[in-house]
C-alpha cells in the first residue's frame, strides 16, 4: 500500500500566497514522478505541476510565474508554493504520485484532494 498525505490548503484573499505540500509512503521502491492537479468547480481536473525523476518540471502555461514545484526526494515530497492567487486558482488540489512498488508494480496513485479558496 502506498499513501499520499497532502496538507496545506485553506481559503486565501486574492493576491495571497499559499504553500501546498505532499508527503508519499508506503510499499515505495523508485518514485518516477510526483506533481499536483487541480480540478476548479464544475470543471476537468487540470494539470498544475509535475516533477520526473531526473527531469525538468513541468507548468501549465498559464500559471508559470506564479506556481512553482519543488520536491525533496530524500523524504518523498512535493510542494507546490502558490503565489498571486486569483479567485481562478479556487479548486481541489491533488497530489499524484507515479512510481514503481516494492512488488515491481508501476502504479498511479492519488491524494484525497485538499481545497484551496481564493476569495475577499
Known amino acids: 500500500q502506498v499513501q499520499l498525505v497532502e496538507s496545506g490548503g485553506g481559503v486565501v484573499q486574492p493576491g495571497g500566497s499559499l504553500g501546498l505540500s505532499c508527503a508519499a509512503s508506503?510499499?515505495?521502491?523508485?518514485?518516477?514522478?510526483m506533481g499536483w492537479y487541480r480540478r476548479p468547480p464544475g470543471k476537468e481536473r487540470e494539470l498544475v505541476a509535475t516533477?520526473?525523476?531526473?527531469?525538468?518540471?513541468n507548468t501549465a502555461d498559464s500559471l508559470k510565474g506564479r506556481f512553482t514545484i519543488s520536491k525533496d526526494n530524500a523524504n518523498n515530497t512535493v510542494y507546490l508554493q502558490m503565489n498571486n492567487l486569483i479567485p481562478e486558482d479556487s479548486a481541489v488540489y491533488y497530489c499524484?504520485?507515479?512510481?514503481?512498488?516494492?512488488?515491481?508494480?508501476?502504479?498511479?496513485?492519488w491524494g484525497e484532494g485538499t481545497l484551496v479558496t481564493v476569495s475577499s
Open positions: 499524484y504520485a507515479g512510481l514503481l512498488t516494492t512488488v515491481g508494480r508501476d502504479v498511479a496513485y
Open positions: 508506503g510499499n515505495i521502491f523508485r518514485i518516477n514522478t
Open positions: 516533477s520526473p525523476r531526473g527531469g525538468t518540471t
